[in-house]
């Protein structure tokens, strides 16, 4: 099974402020690798897909980089709706499809 | 545009079955595979189970296998979810998810949940 590990778990930023979260994959998953946003009480949102790909409808302040086992997702310009708990996840190999832990973006 | 609403949540005791249904509207329900994904609470997201477009296969995580079975009705653009045998384990929020193309597991659309809570 591929572990993603997200890192940090917390991140403290104001609104117009540069946010970097972190996926690091227990081996290699290629390109294969997206990114959800999640607000409380909605189901998570598409965002990213293999590594670099907006999905419909997502601003370009998002986007992903990264590959083999590092990946990286910006938000250039934080908007007070981006104010969420970001998810990678791999589809390499599955199943079992795995999903990171996390990281929560406060303000 | 693309809608998915799923039902039959609910409180149910350890060994017990439940049957959790999604109906997909805003896009052809033929063409796309579907999956069953789910959330613990407080816990990141868990895929359950996915179903190529025609129903042809099927595809199951260890977590669940031998005790769900996933199905769906073109016909009625409905996609479904047999739990049994449940778990305590198997408390969640448990999502419909549209895949972007075939099987390529790149979860495009979901619907807003329905919790099923495994309970005594």
């Known amino acids: 099974e591929i572990v993603l590990t997200q890192s940090p778990a917390t991140l403290s930023l104001s609104p117009g402020e540069r946010a970097t979260l972190s996926c690091r994959a227990s081996?290699?998953?290629?390109?294969?690798l997206a990114w959800y946003q999640q607000k409380p009480g909605q189901a998570p949102r598409l965002l990213i897909y293999?590594?670099?790909n907006r999905a419909t409808g997502i601003p370009a302040r998002f986007s992903g980089s990264g590959s083999g086992t590092d990946f990286t997702l910006t938000i250039s310009s934080l908007e007070p709706e981006d104010f969420a708990v970001y998810y990678c996840?791999?589809?390499?190999?599955?199943?079992?499809?795995?999903f990171g832990g996390g990281t929560k973006v406060e303000i | 545009e693309v809608d998915l609403l799923e039902s039959g949540g609910g409180l149910v005791q350890p060994g017990g079955s439940l049957r959790l249904s999604c109906a997909a509207s805003?896009?052809?329900?033929?063409?796309?595979?579907m999956s069953w994904v789910r959330q613990a609470p407080g816990k990141g997201p868990e895929w359950v189970s996915g179903?190529?477009?025609?129903?042809?296969?099927?595809y199951y995580a260890d977590s669940v296998k031998g005790r769900f079975t996933i199905s769906r009705d073109n016909s009625k653009s409905t996609l479904d979810l047999q739990m049994d045998s449940l778990r305590a384990e198997d408390t969640a929020i448990y999502y419909c998810?549209?895949?972007?193309?075939?099987?390529?597991?790149?979860?495009?659309?979901w619907g807003q949940g329905t919790l099923v809570t495994v309970s005594s």
């Open positions: 998810a549209k895949l972007r193309q075939q099987m390529d597991m790149v979860f495009d659309y």
């Open positions: 805003g896009f052809t329900f033929s063409s796309y595979a």
């Open positions: 179903i190529r477009d025609n129903g042809g296969s099927t």
């Open positions: 081996q290699s998953v290629s390109n294969y």
């Open positions: 293999d590594t670099s």
């Open positions: 996840q791999q589809r390499l190999n599955w199943p079992p499809l795995t």
